[in-house]
Structure formats: structure tokens, C-alpha cells
């Protein structure tokens, strides 16, 4: 079985550390925080200028002037800083991120990353996905592994505009953990009840497939 | 005006000197933290033909999309937009000219603007249709593209507080890109909730100091919700 939004989000959820800070993108990423592992602490970072985001507000605590990157009210977390764009952007920028976790329509081989722009239909921009993917050195893809026609998006070379060059090192797909090195994807792990042959067929860049890969766990 | 008094009491003193064709830096994420009644005073002037810099281009009937109804705008340079039918509308039929511009690489087009450095060099959209025709350089292995600032006629900024001589401070995430576009406006324009007499306002808290702006107006705000979300309390 595909993994759901939400094993995703948990799966992904795994790899943070305690004391990360951590950028993460509209969508499964955001999910994430759903599953922050017991007895670790991590910071959101919200690319508008909120470093410490918390959850949602109650009706009582709805406030205009404290919103999110996808424009939603939030909350700031205890200990929390708020700042400019440029400065947000310096955390960004200059990698003092610790984790950026994005979608993505597109990756390939070599670490490139498509996600902001489908030719033909209205373009709306790429927001802080290009600085995002420039500026952090771990960077976690959530994306389905093929569309739904069944066409691979991990691919030899990206076929649509990219938002960023040799900058994906690890892609969490409905289907599969994978690790992008050294021109290939390397597969690490599969969703549980997916066959390593269906990834395979799923994958139109070049796959390294090790003897042994392991299923995913969900509690 | 006397001395370092920056305070106008009407919008049409606030926005006097703007004129066709010229460039207009907003502040303002969303709709959070605009210049919603700067905006408004553009519209009532009619002025056209203007560039506007700003992350997004607000919604149909609020923020900057309300001066897409009678096309004021000619070019937006943005990294967000479309949140509005009539922008796409325009878009589509060739009437509107839009620049896409990476979120942190406008930040910093703005604040270098105001720095008076003309131009800086960023990972940001290297080997992207946003790096298409700029100067690469390779500084320690790593490829950079040359990105120029921006700096506008206009620099309109909605702060939360400000004393009489325009040193301004920042509500929240209302903040976001108004502080620097505070800095790269030939003149900027600071309309706020609340104006303070000098001293009122801790110096060590000031995120815009007064010499960056030249007026300052206290207005009323709507202050509009994109995305409402809350959790059960």
C-alpha cells in the first residue's frame, strides 16, 4: 500500500533531531509537526518572519498581524522571535536551517528539484521555495512517485522549469525512502506491501537497489 | 513640518508628489501588514502606469489588487501572486507585466536598495528561468547569479506605532517585508495605528529609525484575514 498523507508527514517526522530548527513547506510537509517525536524539541520556522511558530489560535486568539507563510493565523510558541523578511531570509539564505522539508513535482538524478512551474498553466510564482532549496544543505522531498497516469517524477533530468540545481539529497515518495548520490537515486526503504519491482517500474531515473530494503513501520 | 516632524494629518498630503510611471516599494505579506489606506489613497488618485514591488498583489477588492479595476498597474514585481481573478484576468490578456522574483531575493533586492549597494550575488535561482540572461560567478565551487536592487519612488509601509519623527516599530508578523521597504523609498511614507511623541518609544526597540522616513499618518485598519484557521479551544 502507498503511503497516506499522514505516514508520510510521520515518516518524514523521523528524521528530526532535537534542538533542530525547521522550515516546512505548504501541504504533507506541514503535517509534519503533527508528529514531532516525544521528548524532542524542535522550532518551526515560518518564512514571513516567525521563528517558534505554535498551533493554530483559538476564535478568542485570532489575531490579523500573526500569520503563517501560507497566509493562515497562528500562534507564536513560547520563546518565539519575530523579524523581518531579509532577515528571515539570511536564516534561510545562509543556511542556518537545520531541516527544509517541501513538495516537489519533479526530481532527477542529479539533485535537481521542479516545483513551482507547469508551462501552459497560470504561473503564480515561486515564493521562498528557490531560496529555500539554494539555501539549506538537508532537505527532505515529500512527493507522489508517479502521477496519476502512472509517469515517474524521479527522473534522469527534469522536464519542467526548476527551482533549484543539485540541491535534493533524500526524497520521501508515496512509495519509497530514497538518496540521491552520485547521479542516482538510492533506494533506502519501501512503504509497507510495496514491492521493490513497483518501484522500480515507477522509476525513470537511474535506481540503485541494494539485497535487502526494508519495509517501513507504522505504529 | 518642522524639524524632524514627520506627521501628516490627510492621505492626500501623504501620498502628494506620486505621479504616472513611477515605482511604488509595499510592505505587506499577504494582506497582513499592508498599507491598506496608502493603497486606497493610490486609487483615489488614479495615477497609472506604476511598477509595483511587493511580495503579492492582495486579493479582487482588498489590499493591491484594487488598483488592477481601473489597470494602474503596468509591471508588479512580486513572488506570489494570482490570489485575484482580475490579476489573472490581465495577466493573460497582456496588460499587466509581472517579474517573478524569489521571496528572500526580493528581501534583499529591497534592503540592498536602501544600502545603496547596487547589486549582490545569490545561490537563489541559479540554473532557473530566474537566472536566465544574469551574470554567474563561481565563488568557492558554488555558482551565484548577480542580482541588482531595487530601490522606488515610493516606499509605502504600514507600522504599528510611530513617534512624531518617524522611528517605527512592527506588530508581529506584521512586520514582514515592511522594514526594508521603509529603507528604499525616495520618499516613504509610514501610515501606523498609533503616533507617539519622541521618547516614547524605547530607542533599543526601534526596528525602522526616523531618518529612513518622511511621513508618517495615523490611519484606521481593516485589517483583513486571508486564511482563518483556528483549533477548538
Known sequence: MALSREQMAQRVAR?????????????????????????????????????GMGPFPTEDEIDADMINAGKQTVTAATGA??????????MIRGGHVDLTVLGAFEVDVNGNIASWMIPGKLIKGMGGAMDLVAGADN????????????????????????????????????????????????????????????????????????????????? | MAGFNKVVNSYEEAMAGLEDGMTVIAGGFGLCGI????????????????????NNCGIDD???????????????????????????KQLLAGELEVELTPQGTLAEKM???GAGIPAFYTATGY??????????????????????????????????????????????????????????????VVEVEEIVEPGELNPSEIHTPGIYVN???????????????????
Open chain 2, 127 to 188: 540554473g532557473t528561468p530566474v537566472g536566465d540572461g544574469k551574470e554567474v560567478r563561481e565563488f568557492n565551487g558554488r555558482h551565484y547569479i548577480m542580482e541588482e536592487s531595487i530601490t522606488g519612488d515610493f516606499a509605502i509601509v504600514k507600522g504599528w506605532k510611530a513617534d512624531t519623527y518617524g522611528n517605527v516599530v512592527y506588530r508581529d508578523t506584521a512586520q514582514n517585508f515592511n522594514p526594508m521597504a521603509a529603507t528604499a523609498g525616495k520618499i516613504t
Open chain 2, 35 to 54: 498599507p491598506e489606506n496608502l493603497i486606497k489613497q493610490i486609487r483615489t488618485m488614479a495615477t497609472k502606469d506604476l511598477t509595483i514591488v511587493s
Open chain 1, 139 to 219: 532537505i527532505i522531498v515529500t512527493m507522489t512517485h508517479a502521477s496519476k497516469h502512472g509517469e515517474s517524477k524521479l527522473l534522469t533530468e527534469c522536464s519542467l522549469p526548476l527551482t533549484g540545481r543539485g540541491c535534493i539529497k533524500k526524497v520521501l515518495t508515496d512509495l519509497a525512502y530514497l538518496e540521491i548520490e552520485d547521479g542516482a537515486f538510492h533506494l533506502k526503504e519501501r512503504a509497507p506491501g510495496v514491492s521493490v519491482e513497483e518501484i522500480i517500474e515507477k522509476t525513470e531515473g537511474k535506481l540503485i537497489v541494494p539485497d535487502n530494503v526494508p519495509e517501513m513501520t507504522f505504529a
Open chain 2, 111 to 113: 534592503r540592498a536598495g
Open chain 2, 215 to 233: 511621513r508618517v499618518i495615523k490611519g484606521s485598519f481593516e485589517k483583513r484575514i486571508e486564511q482563518r484557521t483556528v483549533r477548538q479551544g
Open chain 1, 81 to 90: 522571535s519575530i523579524f523581518s523578511s531579509a532577515e528571515s531570509f539570511a
Open chain 1, 15 to 51: 528524521e528530526l533531531q532535537d534542538g533542530f530548527y525547521v522550515n516546512l513547506g505548504i501541504g504533507i510537509p506541514t503535517l509534519v509537526a503533527n508528529y514531532v517525536p516525544a521528548g524532542i524539541e524542535v522550532m518551526l520556522q515560518s518564512e514571513n518572519g516567525l521563528l
Open chain 2, 62 to 88: 482588498f489590499g493591491l489588487g484594487i488598483l488592477l479595476v481601473d489597470r494602474q498597474i503596468k509591471k508588479m514585481i512580486s513572488s506570489y501572486v494570482g490570489e485575484n481573478a482580475l490579476f489573472e
